[in-house]
């Protein structure tokens, strides 16, 4: 049994309130880029999803949180330059996505098909947004004082590489939550741009949080209901009204 649009809209509403909320941390921690590369990360495993003919969201949950801990692992154990560790990954699995997915299926797997939810699919999709909301919410003290002094959150027995793993992992699993709505391309930016027009208009945490919901709302839906009455995919529209936010944001700031 499949939902309707409206029963859609509230899906996607609780995932753009997850995305929100995790994507203000994300602007605060200095990691988009590397949040952003996670999201071309899902590519292949859909590819190798369909080629196996399982779950296209198991695929890329997996390949996800896979990633998500060769990032961490990759950032606090060698020495190689963030930015050359990222353009590696993005590089390798964005060509290794494209070479596995079927091309009637890489428009829908890079841009986002709305087609139709199931019942399963939502419960799913609301449950975990849940609990990345809350996760977020306990920690958020932990990681706020991890990123402005790692040495005294560590004297403060927290562990801000602890903290970074549960981060990325949180990521992967928002992203593989929202490919199925927003595509591999735009899910990681769906999680950014809002948080970045948030910061833009934000004096403190609360409201820069409340913001980036606020944006990340916006957008999803602005998305899933001209996708519906226009055709027209739900990722791109989704972007755009982002952008627009994050443009006018800016215009605010200079003032």
């Given at each position: 049994m499949n939902l309707d649009i409206i029963g859609t809209l509230f899906i996607g509403?609780?995932?753009s309130v997850a995305?929100?909320?995790?994507?203000?941390?994300?602007?605060?921690?200095?990691m988009t880029l590397a949040g952003d590369v996670?999201?071309?990360?899902?590519?292949?495993?859909?590819?190798?999803?369909?080629?196996?003919g399982?779950?296209?969201?198991?695929?890329?949950?997996?390949?996800?949180?896979?990633?998500?801990?060769?990032?961490?692992?990759?950032?606090?154990?060698t020495n190689l330059p963030e930015e050359t560790v990222i353009g590696?990954?993005?590089?390798?699995?964005?060509?290794?996505?494209?070479?596995?997915?079927?091309?009637?299926?890489?428009?829908?797997?890079?841009?986002?098909?709305?087609?139709?939810?199931?019942?399963t699919e939502g419960i799913l999709v609301v449950g975990l947004s849940l609990i990345i909301i809350i996760l977020m919410v306990?920690?958020?003290?932990?990681?706020?004082?991890?990123?402005?002094?790692?040495?005294l959150a560590k004297v403060s027995d927290i562990n801000p590489e602890f903290i970074e793993l549960v981060f990325l992992v949180s990521f992967a699993i928002i992203i593989a939550l929202g490919v199925r709505f927003t595509g591999t391309l735009l899910m990681g930016a769906l999680i950014i741009m809002p948080a970045a027009a948030a910061k833009n208009l934000s004096r403190n945490?609360?409201?820069?949080?409340s913001l980036s919901v606020f944006f990340a709302l916006i957008s999803t839906?602005?998305?899933?209901?001209?996708?519906?009455?226009?055709?027209?995919?739900?990722?791109?529209?989704?972007?755009?009204?982002?952008?627009?936010?994050?443009?006018?944001?800016?215009?605010f700031r200079l003032r």
């Open positions: 509403s609780i995932l995305a929100g909320v995790l994507g203000s941390f994300a602007v605060l921690k200095r996670l999201s071309h990360v899902a590519l292949p495993g859909i590819g190798l999803a369909l080629f196996l399982i779950s296209q969201f198991l695929g890329a949950f997996v390949a996800l949180v896979v990633a998500a801990f060769a990032v961490w692992g990759i950032r606090n154990r590696t990954l993005f590089a390798s699995s964005l060509a290794l996505g494209i070479l596995l997915t079927p091309g009637e299926e890489l428009i829908d797997a890079l841009f986002g098909g709305l087609g139709k939810v199931s019942i306990v920690l958020a003290r932990k990681i706020v004082f991890s990123t402005v002094s790692p040495e945490l609360k409201t820069f949080i839906a602005g998305g899933f209901l001209f996708s519906h009455y226009t055709g027209i995919l739900p990722g791109p529209i989704s972007i755009f009204i982002s952008s627009l936010l994050f443009s006018v944001s800016i215009l």
